[in-house]
């Protein structure tokens, strides 16, 4: 089996929960570290789920590290209210057994990419780009080396989930996110115009709760919390599941749509911020370097995550 490696920046976050669970149980993937950053919740609190989470699905062999606390330029933002004020909703916070390893998240992204061979390694990101960023910042050599990013953030015929016209990974750190489309790698996006048709229906829930394992119910418990509360925010019986979406891909990009663009991203109106600007139009673009994500396969997506889990 050809495996493919992979580094996972997120900061969990109950549909991270989701995403990293897949990452978990997928054989396919030779997991080689996890780095947290401040989003949902703060750096202290992500590392912490990251752990937690790394514990229940018995994977203590991939290190976690902590990284951003901040965004490049802005006050830190959350989104507690739709992931609890912990971060993995009604899941109790325990003290994980193993500690994060040591070192700065965007020092090890680059330590480990650059220690393997060119286009090796792909990046899964969850949050908002921060370590992303502070890693090509400190290796500029990074953006030849890596092999996809694959950003779970954006929106466009969907409108936004943070404000009217952007995502909440994009919109906490839009400089980042800038400048990680700037660098020249290979940036697929998986925005809220895929996302949004990756529901947790009743249905898939159901059947994630009868596989019985501890990675199962964790990941259901998450889809359960999301139920709950956009059922009252937002008034959908069905949430979207985003972030387990660029692991889907990487691990069956046939379950996605993909479609050549450039992406640029609004950093200076606070009416606007975050917004990604998605332009498939070469005449107008020029070249296009980046990929979105139009469709999206969500019977396939839960299959991955029911196997995954089992």
């Known amino acids: 089996m050809n495996r493919q490696s992979l580094i996972i920046d997120c900061d969990p976050g109950v549909d991270d929960a989701v995403g990293l669970m897949l990452a978990f149980g997928s054989p396919e993937l030779e997991l080689l570290a996890i780095t947290a950053v401040g989003g949902n919740v703060p750096v202290e609190k992500t590392a912490r789920n990251a752990r937690m989470l790394r514990q229940i699905a018995g994977r ?7 990284g951003a606390a901040r ?23 325990f003290e994980p057994e193993a500690p994060c390893a040591e070192g700065h998240a965007a020092d090890a992204i680059v330590a480990l990419v650059m220690a393997r061979p060119e286009r090796s390694v792909a990046l899964a990101v969850m949050g908002p780009l921060t370590n992303v960023a502070l890693a090509l910042r400190r290796e500029p050599g990074l953006a030849e080396r890596l092999g996809p990013v694959a950003v779970m953030g954006g929106a466009r015929a969907e409108g936004g989930n943070i404000t009217a016209s952007a995502e909440f990974n994009i919109w906490a750190d839009p400089e980042a996110a800038a400048e990680v489309l700037a660098s020249g790698c290979d940036v697929v996006l998986f925005g809220l115009d895929a996302t949004h048709q990756v529901r947790a229906t009743e249905q898939r829930i159901a059947a994630l709760e009868a596989i019985g394992t501890a990675r199962a119910d964790t990941s259901a ?27 889907a891909w990487l691990l069956k990009p046939g379950l996605f ?21 998605v332009e498939f139009r070469e005449a107008v673009a020029g070249r296009l370097p980046h990929r979105w994500a139009t469709t999206a396969d969500a019977d396939g997506v839960f299959a991955l995550i029911g196997e995954a889990c089992a």
């Open 221 to 247: 418990a998450m889809m359960r919390f999301s139920q709950r509360i956009e059922r009252k925010i937002v008034g959908w019986d069905a949430p979207p599941v985003h972030d387990p979406c660029p692991v």
């Open 257 to 277: 749509e993909l479609a050549p663009c450039r992406i640029a991203v609004e950093t200076e109106s606070e009416l606007t911020r975050g917004h990604t600007a």
């Open 71 to 93: 965004p490049l330029r802005r006050e830190p933002a959350g989104a507690g209210e739709f992931h609890g004020a912990e971060g993995l909703g009604d899941l109790t916070p």
């Open 60 to 66: 203590e062999d991939v290190p976690v590290f902590m």
